[in-house]
């Protein structure tokens, strides 16, 4: 079984990732650290760096029983593939902590308030195989991988709507 779990830098991947991999007992895969392994980093721009995704999908693609975190999801061919969701309010306090730049902050909470890596999966997985989860993410992601129901996958459409005038404020 390959999880993917995927979102905005912040919403808490690695973390998530780290839990169910320890229940599981499936190895959790980093894209950053395994393209550093296999030399997939092939550039940067500005504070991220670019990856050969062909040779990061040839890796992950031999391997079986994994949770991958990344920001992206079409690097692999996911049986779920999980879209972890922040409030950006509290994307924004977190990402701080983390020493981003404002602008960087700004275009990170304007992604999440435009679904840009829930869209992102949805161009390359069906609807039936994406989740959105918001809170309690490791015990909800359980609950849908021992028991999955396409009434809780993105086939009923998205339930986030973080497009408001509030979070709007926060990039200007």
């Given at each position: 079984m390959k999880i993917a779990i995927?979102?905005?830098p912040g919403v808490g991947k690695t973390r998530v990732a780290h839990e169910l991999s320890m229940v599981l007992g499936f190895t959790h895969v980093c894209i950053a650290e395994i393209a550093k392994k296999v030399g997939a980093i092939v550039g940067?721009?500005?504070e991220s760096f670019v990856v050969d995704t062909d040779a990061l999908s040839q890796?992950?693609?031999e391997m079986d029983d994994i949770i991958i975190d990344s920001h992206f999801a079409?690097?692999?061919d996911a049986d779920f593939v999980f879209v972890l969701r922040c409030e950006p309010l509290i994307l924004r306090e977190r990402l701080r902590g983390r020493g981003y730049s404002e602008e960087k902050i700004k275009e990170n909470i304007m992604a999440e308030m435009l679904d840009y890596c829930?869209?992102?999966a949805l161009e390359y997985y069906p609807p039936e195989k994406i989740f959105e989860i918001h809170e309690n993410a490791a015990e909800e992601i359980l609950k849908i991988v021992e028991n999955p129901t396409i009434e809780r996958s993105l086939?009923?459409?998205s339930r986030t709507k973080f497009l408001t005038e509030e979070n709007l404020?926060?990039?200007e």
């Open positions: 995927t979102g905005t940067k721009e500005e890796e992950l693609k079409e690097m692999f829930l869209v992102n086939v009923n459409g404020a926060l990039v």
